[in-house]
């Protein structure tokens, strides 16, 4: 597989981006000195690995609710710069 100079001009024209003719071939010899990089992936022996999604072991990293005391109202109300009848009170932000 490889792209052509045509490709490139195809994806600049949907991304409406203006390359001169040597920005193109700059990018052509670019995008397919990747693919060819990527093609050498092909040459490993993946027998014996099992596919996977995630490069990492990704494990579900939430933990149990547990129900903890938390602070009485007095407590929370005490850093706040207004309150009404236990309640932040803020400026209103519309009319």
């Known amino acids: 597989m490889s792209i052509s100079n045509n490709d490139v001009q195809h994806v600049a ?3 409406r981006l203006n390359l001169t ?8 010899g670019q995008l397919n000195a990747i693919l060819k990089y990527a ?5 490993l022996n993946t027998d ?6 995630h490069v ?7 933990r149990e609710d547990e129900t903890k005391e938390s602070l009485s109202i007095e407590q929370v109300m005490h850093n706040a710069p207004d309150e009404e009848e236990g309640q932040f009170k803020v ?3 519309m009319e």
């Open 56 to 62: 990492l072991h990704v494990s579900n990293v939430t």
């Open 48 to 53: 014996d690995i099992a596919p996977t999604s």
């Open 91 to 93: 400026p209103a932000v």
């Open 39 to 43: 093609e050498k992936l092909n040459e």
């Open 21 to 28: 003719s040597d920005e193109e071939q700059m990018l052509t």
């Open 13 to 15: 024209k949907l991304a």
